[in-house]
């Protein structure tokens, strides 16, 4: 993906499709702010739980709510691309259809973590998935794991998207400008959910490391 400082990997702006946009109109307050700060790609990366939902009902309903987006969109606003954050759980390699959650046009999957201890068989369905040739692994807002947790990743070449409020922390900021300048990390994401406080704030000065 080219252009990586102007792309949002990771956006929850499609209306009603999750815990993120509730509305059309909170959906056009956050491409407004977006395209303020100079984002020309997002991606709408709504929530997908597999215990919870299969991939052809979220489907279905994804492109129900990106219908009901694309009537309010602008000529000038960012492109939208739809993907998925696909919660693991153990199995999930073998889920039909979930290579149809990559983002449209690739075979990235954004696949996140959970926050709880990570179980074995949790590990063990991570590592199959990013074993698979027809996926391409990329693990969402790393920033919220333990170091330690992530370490794996780092050291099987799996990328890392960071949030943009990992850069606000003076502690941990060094630890994720090194990540990047490294190569670990190599996608940026406002994880955007509501409209009433604007996360791309400091977009344009965390972004650039993203060249």
């Not at 959650?101 to 590990?123: D, H």
């Not at 170091?147 to 990743?153: L, T």
């Not at 990047?180 to 190599?186: I, L, Q, S, T």
Request: charged share 25%; proline share 3%.
């Amino acid at each position: 993906m080219k252009n990586r400082d102007t792309v949002d990997f990771h956006a929850h702006i499609l209306p009603g499709m999750d815990h993120g946009s509730g509305s059309i109109t909170t959906s056009r307050k956050q491409l407004d702010m977006a395209k303020a700060a100079g984002i020309k790609t997002i991606c709408a990366t709504s929530h997908f739980y597999p215990h919870a939902q299969s991939c052809e009902d979220f489907l279905e309903k994804r492109k129900k709510c990106f219908d009901n987006l694309k009537k309010v969109l602008k000529s000038d606003d960012p492109e939208i691309i739809p993907g998925a954050e696909v919660l693991v759980c153990d199995g999930l390699e073998t889920m039909k259809g979930i290579e149809k959650l990559c983002l449209e046009g690739t075979n990235i999957l954004l696949l996140e973590m959970p926050f709880m201890n990570w179980s074995r068989g949790v590990m063990e369905t991570t590592e199959n998935l990013c074993m698979r040739d027809d996926l391409t692994i990329v693990i969402a807002h790393a920033d919220r794991y333990p170091k330690e947790s992530i370490a794996w990743f780092i050291q099987n070449g799996i990328d890392l998207q960071l949030n943009i409020d990992a850069f606000k922390g003076l502690f941990r900021k060094g630890r994720y400008t090194r990540w990047v300048k490294n190569g670990y990390a190599k996608y940026l994401g406002s994880d955007i959910h509501h409209a009433n406080k604007n996360p791309y704030y400091d977009w344009k000065k965390y972004s650039r490391l993203f060249k």
